[in-house]
């Protein structure tokens, strides 16, 4: 074979293959969306008040932050999915759902008298809300270190930390259906404590999981 020819060959096979694994990510998340929506189903579900909370800028601002998390967690996910990856603007982006969040905070720190703050950081559901977020968000880690195994992550640990990120704010986005408390005070603690959980159980799993 032509070296012309053999290059031709390889780049074609690398090709086909991320479009594959494309899929089977693609696939992953669905798949991981789907569990992640009948464990809520079945545990906690929407609250009563859905429609008119949605209204509400607070409501809708947990559902901005923990969607923001998804599509850039989900992002580096994918980079690391692969050898040598290069993650470059990925690891910046992932600050874009914490300065969505500072933002809100700051904005509740100036409209909401000081005696009313500590009584919206600790809200009435802190303790449901670091179990149902981890709850929700175990299926959905072990389909996404399912599928980082079917590429070749050269950094396990960080590879599974990103799942982990991934599952968290997928869980989240579920959880903040059903939540009461929507100042940004609890989102900042609370959530970011839950997701955190799932963040280190998924390095660790993944030291294991996705070793070599």
Not at 142 to 164: D, E, H, K, N, W
């Amino acid at each position: 074979m032509e070296t012309k020819n053999l290059i031709k060959a390889i780049s074609s096979d690398a090709a086909a293959g991320r479009r594959s694994f494309g899929t089977l990510l693609r696939a992953a998340f669905v798949a991981a969306s789907v569990i992640a929506a009948v464990v809520f189903s079945v545990v906690a579900g929407p609250r009563a008040d859905f429609a008119a909370a949605a209204e509400t800028w607070r409501f809708l601002l947990k559902f901005v932050v923990t969607l923001a998390l998804v599509a850039t967690s989900g992002a580096v996910a994918i980079a690391l999915a692969r050898p040598g990856a290069r993650l470059g603007m990925r690891v910046a982006l992932l600050a874009a759902a914490p300065a969505i969040l500072l933002g809100a905070v700051l904005i509740e720190l100036t409209t909401i008298a000081p005696s009313e703050w500590a009584t919206r950081l600790v809200g009435t559901n802190n303790m449901v809300c670091l179990t149902l977020i981890p709850l929700i968000g175990l299926g959905p880690l072990a389909i996404f270190l399912v599928a980082m195994r079917q590429g070749a992550p050269t950094q396990p640990s960080l590879a599974g930390a990103a799942c982990g990120l991934l599952a968290g704010g997928l869980a989240a986005t579920l959880y903040a259906a059903h939540c009461f408390d929507d100042s940004p005070f609890f989102v900042a603690t609370w959530y970011t404590l839950a997701i955190a959980i799932l963040t280190v159980v998924g390095a660790i799993a993944g030291r294991y999981v996705l070793r070599w």
